[in-house]
């Protein structure tokens, strides 16, 4: 099966029962994708398919096929870093950095589907990304911040 | 200064943020084995027999080990030395670890796992720490299924409560926490050919790692290597129990010569690491008309679980805290840490300082409503000043920033005018509430031999910097502090210094990443190792400068400055030390300033200094259902000194979530066999962004003598004080006072139900 993996296409034979965030982190080494509980239940796995924020963790690869895959890694491809990105550089918005590839993904997701969010709209598109070290209140900050 | 106290990127921020930066299951090496643990299937019993034969069918699966595979002591090392690393003839605990099982994937040794059989007697288990003191309870522990006692004795408790013009009595009960770490734990190890072994993966500790791998494989502490890879945070859940995880994974890179990793499951890894402490607290307290507390009686049982682990520091550390942070002449204090057949009890931000926390700050609040006296007056009236006597006899110096803390919140948060707000109509009810907290600093007398720091400084001839140090960066943001002080202890640029790894092999026994003390004991000894760099390079300046005396030049951001402002770049300073073959690599040793504990009385100086916080917490409670919402938090901590705004704000959001979470949200239950249930991120709830409201951090500064630029450390203290405030604010909105967290509607709704609320 065919797949595209941060721009670049991928033609693989690996089981299409394996979950894509193995497939990532093991058959490509993109090991910016965390795995934190394996249920779809924090986030840390994040990965845009198709442009839609999805937990890796719940996705089989055979789910994939000719499909676009964005995962932390292709996100500052260019070599730029993406708003998102620098701003919560500036802000503080990482502490342990276990949460934060999803965070990320899931914050480029709401930005482009909503340029100007206001905080509510913030909180709603990362409620599914648990951080246990920030209290999400400089993760917000850097959200609003790469919008403005 | 030109870094101390300003809000530079953290070190790791790139990293991190683009996905490079390393955990442990992120680390592949060639030949590698993937390791399984087998568990206790039960929460009490004898082990009749472990068979493994079907497992070792399983294609792949190249091993299973078992207590009688361990080499050296079956042990991991901390405090009492009771825990085995594998349950040998008897299991205490639902989830304990019997066996390993190592396979070529995951899947394999999954699969293999899962068929080995652990036939166990069952015994009935003893849940519940109040039934394992009655007289006649199943023995767990000596004879009394205590683990240790601690005492505070001061005063005449039993006259003054006599004379008290109020008394103010409750029992509290606070539940399990889960640490819940983003990153589930995991170590690699890896068989060197010199016959050592290298550890590396998620830790806060990793001389206590060290101890543990070279405990269980019977190899000097010089054989065993452990690196810490990058953390995915930790909050004590990292402290003691990695030694277990890495020493699983070096029992199998030992016995069969390869390199093994294991990483946990979030289910394995909330069913059998540390937790918090659940406590249970009876307290008496007297006060005078005016509201001055004038004795404190309190009894603390922490359920300690199935071993003891680090429950006697624990329970130390929630002594010295019980009463919190008021003078109190009259104060009698006994704690005790009990044996249960559940998860071992650990560290976790506070130390069992929350769970008695939670009385203390509730019967002040009970207190000041009894007396017709304004929460934050009462307060006032009875807050630790400077050269002022702490519940255990300590006197203070003045570096106590409580009274600040309590005004700044009261006012940022608009106390006055919102406590007398007429009550709400309707359903939903607004409150407002407060508490305060100390936090002792560093290990304490009850950790004093192990309160000590390395560190190692090289400047390069091209201007750059290297530092280690043997404390960890957990997600907290100790590097980012650390390479702050480097660079202003050597004149050079924020960016130009980079830290090592930490490292065994790098610094000295360091102790523990914990008790809030890597900025005051890495920070000093980095101090330290910098001291003879920076003469050398005023020196070298000096006679660059013609200028006589060294110490007259200062050294700043890449320059050396004569006193009449005459200047000489680090180009020519470094290039000169490379022509004169000048020393510049050095380290350091912090060592605590001296601590002491009475153990008949507990008297002495319990902690070297002290960091103090004041919160206050709005809520708006719908009386129909119970529900608890937080509207917002206000959180003052007087921290010494800012090295890093940014960071210190970052800890008390978060520390401040956490807090929340303990208060509302959070409780890790088992049933009637002693078998958790909710071992998972679907049924153990944390907050989530929708849960957590705006948390305002302010930051009050009154320096100590004992840390770097007067900083204090107080990563534990944003939680300490959070569910007594959530508490006191329900029972303001509410008129009903919850003495049991979490807080959960359900139990809200009953306690409404029951009657007592407006």
Redesign the interface.
């Known amino acids: 099966m065919t797949l595209v993996v941060n721009g670049q296409r991928v033609t693989t034979d690996a089981d299409p029962c394996l979950r894509l965030l193995d497939f990532l ?2 058959g490509l080494g ?10 779809g ?2 986030g ?1 796995c994040s990965v845009l398919l198709n442009g839609r924020l999805v937990n890796s963790c719940l996705v089989l690869l055979g789910q994939c096929e000719g499909a676009e895959i964005l ?3 292709g ?2 491809a260019g070599g730029d ?1 993406h708003p998102v ?1 620098k701003a ?5 918005a ?8 999803g965070l ?1 993904l899931a914050a480029v997701a709401l930005l482009a589907e909503h340029p100007d969010p206001d905080p509510a709209t ?3 598109a ?15 900050e850097a959200i609003r911040r790469a919008a403005g | 200064m030109t870094w101390i106290g300003q ?1 530079v ?2 070190k ?12 442990a ?2 680390l ?1 090496v060639p030949g590698m084995l993937r390791v399984r643990v087998v568990r206790s299937p039960v929460a009490r019993g004898r082990i009749r027999s472990i068979e493994a034969s079907r497992a070792r069918e399983v294609p792949g699966v190249v091993t299973v080990l078992t207590a009688r595979d361990i080499p050296g002591r079956n042990c991991v090392p901390v405090v009492l030395d009771d825990l085995p690393l594998l349950a040998a003839e008897e299991v205490r605990f639902h989830g304990e670890p019997v066996a390993v099982v190592a396979a070529e994937t995951e899947a394999a040794a999954e699969e293999g796992a899962r068929r080995v059989v652990v036939e166990v007697e069952e015994l009935p288990p003893v849940l519940d720490p109040l039934e394992a003191l009655k007289p006649g309870a199943p023995c767990l522990w000596g004879n009394d299924n205590v683990f240790k006692r601690w005492h505070v004795r001061r005063g005449d408790v039993d006259q003054a409560l006599a004379r008290a013009d109020l008394v103010v009595s409750g029992t509290y009960r606070t539940p399990y926490q889960e ?6 734990q995991g170590m690699l190890a890896v068989p060197c050919p010199d016959g050592g072994l290298e550890v590396t993966g998620s830790m806060q500790c990793p001389f206590y790692v060290r101890e543990g791998v070279a405990t269980v494989l019977g190899l000097p502490l010089a054989a065993v290597r452990v690196v810490q890879a ?4 930790g ?1 004590g859940g990292k402290e003691d129990v990695p030694s277990i995880v890495a020493g699983q994974a070096a029992l199998v890179a030992w016995k069969t010569g390869r390199p093994a990793r294991l990483i946990y ?2 289910e394995e890894d909330i069913l059998s690491m540390s937790k918090r402490h659940p406590g249970f607290v009876e307290s008496r307290y007297g006060f005078t008309r005016d509201g001055i507390l004038v004795a404190a009686d309190v009894r603390y049982i922490l359920d300690a679980g199935a071993y003891a682990t680090l429950s006697p520091v624990v329970a130390w550390r929630g002594t010295v805290h019980a009463v919190g942070p008021y003078r109190c002449e009259n104060v009698r204090v006994e704690t005790l840490a009990v044996a249960t057949n559940k998860v071992p009890c650990g560290a976790f931000r506070g130390f069992g300082s929350p769970q008695v926390l939670f009385a203390a700050e509730s019967q002040m609040d009970e207190a000041a409503h009894r007396l017709g006296l304004d929460p934050v007056e009462i307060r006032r009236r009875n807050a630790l000043r400077d050269g002022d006597v702490t519940p255990t006899g300590q006197r203070l110096r003045a570096e106590v920033g409580l009274s600040e803390a309590l005004e700044r919140v009261a006012l940022a948060s608009g106390w006055a005018e919102k406590r007398s707000r007429p009550p709400s109509p309707g359903p939903k009810r607004y409150g407002i509430g407060c508490s305060v907290v100390h936090y002792g600093v560093c290990l304490g007398a009850g950790g004093r031999n192990l309160d000590r720091a390395g560190a190692f400084v090289q400047v390069m001839y091209d201007g750059s910097a290297i530092y280690a140090v043997g404390t960890t960066e ?4 100790m590097h980012t502090v650390l390479a702050q002080i480097v660079a202003e202890e050597l004149g050079l640029p924020y960016e130009a210094v980079r830290p090592v790894a930490s490292d065994t092999h790098m610094v000295p026994d360091s102790g523990p990443t914990v008790a809030s003390r890597t900025t005051v004991m890495s920070g000093n000894a980095l101090r330290e190792a910098a001291a003879p760099i920076r003469r050398t390079l005023q020196e070298v300046a000096a006679s660059l400068l013609g200028v006589d005396d060294p110490t007259t030049v200062r050294l700043e951001n890449g320059k050396a400055f004569a006193a009449d402002g005459r200047t000489v770049g680090y180009g020519d300073v470094l290039h000169r030390c490379f022509l004169e073959r000048r020393h510049l690599a050095s380290s350091g040793l912090a060592v605590s300033p001296e601590t002491s504990w009475d153990p008949e009385t507990g008297a002495g100086e319990a902690y070297i200094t002290y960091a103090f916080a004041a919160n206050v917490v709005e809520v708006e409670v719908d009386v129909e259902t119970g529900e608890v919402e937080v509207l917002r938090v206000h959180a003052a901590h007087d921290i010494g000194r800012a090295i890093n705004p ?2 210190v ?2 800890q008390i ?6 807090g929340l979470g303990y208060a509302l949200l959070e409780e890790v239950l088992h049933d009637a066999q002693g078998r958790m249930v909710n071992h ?3 049924t153990y709830l ?5 849960d ?1 409201p ?2 305002h951090a302010h930051i009050v500064e009154h320096p100590t003598e004992v840390g770097p630029y007067g900083a204090k450390g107080f990563g534990e203290q944003p939680l300490m004080g959070i569910a007594p405030a959530v508490a006191n604010a329900v029972f303001h909105a509410t008129g009903v006072r919850v003495r049991e967290i979490p807080i959960t509607p359900e139990r809200l709704w009953r306690a409404l139900r029951a009657g007592g609320g407006r």
């Open positions: 982190r093991e993109l090991t910016g994708t965390k795995e934190g509980c394996g249920e239940e924090c840390a995962t932390i890694e996100v500052a870093l990105q919560m550089m500036e802000v503080g990482i502490q342990c950095g276990f949460c934060t590839p990320v913030i909180r709603r990362i409620e599914g990304n648990l951080c246990r070290c920030t209290g999400y209140v400089k993760v917000e | 809000r990127v953290r790791d921020a790139l990293e991190k943020v683009t996905g490079r930066a390393r955990f299951a992120d592949f640490h819940a770490y983003l990153e589930p990058t953390t995915g945070g909050f499951t979030r957990m997600g907290q943001g940014t960071g704000e970052g959001e978060g520390g401040s979530a956490q998972r991120f679907s944390i907050p989530t962004a929708r957590v705006p948390i």
